[in-house]
């Protein structure tokens, strides 16, 4: 009986490893909960891929038009406030504004639906300063200048913790049982972090800095984005499993890649950028019960007025004279709504903007486009009724299974310091495989019931009585959660043409950078705005 | 009583030869049984009540008088004797096997429990007095008279020396007093079921007599299985002192023990107070408080479900409100309704100026516009071991309370052992001042603890209290200033401030802790 158990485990186990495996329990699986299927409108994206809708009436005159309303595009929108410059409109095609930092709400708590943090920023990095002061985040500013938080918006202690060997234990690294070898390993790692954190060019910038265009572009920085991670581990003899897998968990975690499909570069700067100075500790982290859907309702609050929702853009086309027109589906409404834009703030990821811009389409070359891929995940909500059984160091904030293809789950009530009682779970997966668009659609064509059963054996790894607790169980999933820094990306011709104003179209959008931060998705709105405010004076 | 009253006829057991030797065995179990029961009645009355002298030699009267009583009463029994003695064995296995259970809960429970007690021992008594003579009566178409006598009186002493010896050696230490009464009710059970097969020649239906034992011994079995949960024989090694209840709440393990003529309140473990020398630590947690600032009339309590704090609090004739907040709903009930509880707290929470709320005091701390603020907080909860209690002792935690007050408070804090523990007590009160208060530490004897540290502390500046009332057990005014002195082994170390987001106390408590156990 008990080799049966132990094979169904392994068995389940691996099949978690591929991460559609949910599919083969789909047919045996009865929850005794319910929940929601979210996800990006999927028929939307076909109405703008085939093209085929309908003409709006007329073409409303506009200043500047922000299409999208994710991080990028609302700090565009931000950004206009701040300057007092109101002629402009934001357009964003779901519900609710904040792409991949949107958040839910239910009786229990409020919940991230996928990004869920921001590293606690230094002076240096103004704009996100500037934005946690408005919210409120900042209590004050020490002798130097440098923000001091608010003990109840950084991670409370403790932190993270990651289950193997049948318990829990504090950090995401497991220190105990590690060989002499691992520790000289460890600690070899992080004094090459520490020698780039001490890093500076000829300029005085940093080799890692956020977001990164106030980094450095010297040949030896950029050096680092000709070979992958794993390469450049390899090269340094670094062999030790337990530091692998934790770089591993860190560029699936950030970046949705894995240690071969990484830039050595964006390896790097996961851990150098966190960093002030060589020998401190990473900087702490920032959040909220709602994950990053804290900074949006900032950013919606300052620019509620201007925006429209279920306003999916459809087409964008520049003109001759200069101006830009937009066609756009309004959504609640069914029908079609044009502008006419002195300016285009495109604030979506690039391959979207080949499909809504015909001429950068033709302009680019298909080749172009795929030089941007981008990674599926499955965040899933769950509701427990109460706190599931489980061993060894108590509930963290991040709380990660070692043997998991999942990214384990963060616990939205952490902050909010409920120790007891309901609560809500986010769980994290990360389609890291090599060909996103095969695992996209492989993701596409999930039911409910198949994504529940991949979580939910995920998690009974660690607590084998979780199913008893769930009360609902809501899965999102996001096609386009965040573009991958596969290496030679980050310094590609592609990306550097990607950035550039098109026609009177600007582009902001953290696929700009490379990676999916909320640092460099602010950095990018903020400069296309600039930009736009440059040109009207 | 001769050989010859012996030969009268008698109903259904003429003719069918009944196995002697099995029914002696019966005899040395029952007696077995009945010193068993004998032994728990006195042994939970020494626990609970003291004076074990007085208790065993009350539970050993009132019990030999009782089997008296029973021997008696055999003689009005005419027909139907095995019958009869199956139903005995199922009376004593109902009666004995949950007497220990019952007695525990009278205890908890009801202000009864020496009536209950003697109740108990009169009802078991007589019950076993009765098993003897209805068994010799069934046995004495089969044996002779003397060797009858002989046989059953040697096995029956026997039977009792062999339950006197297992008791003391093997069954407390091992199984404790509720499962060791439940056992020996399981096997007086076991006895009647097997007496249904020795002496089926004499019985009547035997499907109904069986499925009764089936029934009995399946609710002591159950009884057994449910112990656990009363008792974990692995606490009984923990507590030096029998536990008297326990219930695990959504929260913690409450476990309460009695024993030396006190009792004792533990929360997952960790003693929260004894009866013996509580007054110590509730007098000097509470009342330099209101010498600080006399005439307080809102008062805060954060955690101390107990009431013990309340019950200092309301020796002050100025208070108008109380407010106490308390996580655990199973604690604040306990100390309302269980009789030693309320005896202890003199019924502070049923005090009509009391308010209790049942939440994570930081959670309402924060959320509650309910409440005016509080002249004095009571800052009482259990020692910083967890990250969930440690939260409890941050700056967060301090800063949010602060909001709370007036702007001339005072509050006072539980800061564990200033000697045990020097660092984690210094850590509490460099965080009160890193919230912005003024503090003034001071320690003294809880014996049942070690020596005690809290910190007095106030938004504003304040001088050392010298005065309090007169008529406490433990504190006057003089002793109320010799406190403020720190000696060499437990004065001030540096000490890191504890915040939300490093929770540094909860590793120094733990590890500073660690050396003393």
Known sequence: ?537 | MDDSESAAPQGSTEGTPLNASLLFISVFLIAACGLIYELVAGTLASYLLGDSVLQFSTVIGVYLSAMGLGSYLSKFIHRGLAQRFVDLELAVALVGGFSAPILFQAFAHTHAFRPTLYTLVMAVGTLVGLEIPILMRILRHQVKFKDLVAQVLTLDYIGALAASLLFPLLLMPKLGLVRTSLLFGLLNAAVGLWSTFLLKSQLGPLRMTRLRCVVVIAMLGLGLAGAHRFTLAMEEEIFSDEIVYAKDSPYQRIVMTRGRGSFQLFLNGNLQFSSADEYRYHEALVHPTFAVKPGAKRILVCGGGDGLAVREILKHSGVERVVLVDLDPAMTQMATQMPMMRDLNQGALLDPRVKVVNADAMIWIAEDRSEAPFDIAIVDFPDPNAYALGKLYTTRFYKLLKRRLTPDAVVSVQSTSPLMARKSFWCINTTLEAAGFQTRPYHLAVPSFAVWGFVLASPRPFDVPRKTLPDLRHLSDESMTAMFAFPKDMDRVPAEVNRLDNQVLVHLYTSEWKRWS
């Not at chain 1, 991230?112 to 946690?132: F, N």
């Not at chain 1, 060997?165 to 004094?191: C, T």
């Not at chain 1, 925006?307 to 609640?332: F, M, S």
């Not at chain 1, 044009?338 to 391959?351: C, D, K, M």
């Open chain 1, 1 to 537: 009986m008990e080799t049966v158990v132990v094979k169904r485990r392994t068995l389940l186990s691996t099949a978690a490893a591929l991460p559609l495996a949910g599919l083969a329990c789909r047919r045996s699986r009865r929850f005794p909960f319910g929940g929601e299927l979210l996800g990006p409108s999927l028929d939307l994206g076909h109405l703008v891929r085939d093209g085929a809708l309908p003409e709006p009436d007329h073409f409303q005159p506009i200043g500047v038009l922000i299409a999208g309303g994710g991080i990028a595009g609302l700090s565009a929108a931000w950004h206009f406030e701040g300057a007092g410059f109101r002629d402009y409109l934001l357009l964003e095609m779901e519900s609710e504004v904040g792409g991949t930092s949107r958040s839910g709400q239910n009786g229990v708590s409020a919940y991230p639906l996928a990004a869920h943090y921001v590293p606690a920023p230094t002076k240096e990095i103004g704009p996100l300063v500037k934005l946690l002061d408005e919210c409120g985040v900042i209590e004050g500013y020490d002798a130097t200048g440098e923000p001091i938080f608010g003990e109840q918006d950084v991670v409370r202690s403790p932190d993270e913790r990651i289950f193997f060997h049948g318990q829990w234990w504090e950090g995401l690294y497991l220190h105990a049982g590690e060989s002499p070898e691992d520790v000289r390993q460890y600690q070899a790692f992080f004094r090459e972090i520490d020698r780039w954190v001490a890093w500076k060019d000829s300029k005085e910038r940093k080799a890692f800095a956020l977001p990164r265009s106030k980094g450095s572009d010297a040949p030896e920085v950029r050096a680092l984005d000709a070979l992958s991670f794993k390469a450049w581990l390899d090269a340094r003899g670094f062999t030790s499993e337990r530091l692998l897998w934790l770089l591993d968990y860190a560029v699936r975690d950030d970046f949705g890649s894995r240690l071969d499909t990484t830039s050595a570069w964006a390896g790097l700067f996961y851990f150098a950028a966190r960093k002030q100075g060589p020998g401190e500790e990473s900087r702490p982290l920032l959040t909220w019960p709602e994950g990053n859907g804290f900074l949006v309702h900032h950013l919606l609050k300052c620019c509620r007025e201007r925006v429209r929702t279920g306003h999916a853009v459809t087409r964008i086309e520049p003109r001759a004279d200069g101006t830009v027109l937009v066609t756009a589906w309004n959504t609640r409404e069914n029908r079609a709504v044009g502008f006419l834009a002195q300016r285009v703030i495109f604030a979506g990821p690039v391959q979207m903007a080949g499909r809504v811009i015909p001429a950068l389409r033709e302009a680019r070359g298909k080749a172009f486009f795929e030089a941007f891929p981008a990674t599926p995940w499955l965040v899933a909500n769950l509701t427990l009724r109460n706190r599931p059984k489980e061993h060894g160091f108590p509930l963290a904030w991040d709380n990660v299974i070692r043997h998991s293809a999942g990214l384990g789950y963060v616990v939205a009530t952490h902050q909010s310091l409920r120790d007891h009682g309901p609560t809500v779970w986010t769980y994290y997966h990360a389609l890291a495989g090599p060909d996103p668009k095969a695992d996209w659609l492989k993701l596409a064509a999930m039911d409910w019931r198949a994504c529940a059963a991949l979580v939910v054996e995920d998690l009974r790894k660690a607590h084998p009585d979780i199913e008893a607790h769930i009360a609902r169980l809501d899965v999102m999933r996001w096609g386009h959660a965040m573009i991958r820094p596969r290496p030679g990306l980050l310094f590609s011709p592609e990306l550097e043409l990607a950035r550039q104003p098109f026609r009177n179209v600007h582009f902001a959008h953290s696929d700009l950078s490379g990676f999916a931060l909320f640092e460099e998705a602010q950095d990018h709105g903020i400069r296309a705005a600039e930009e736009v405010m440059a040109f009207r004076g």
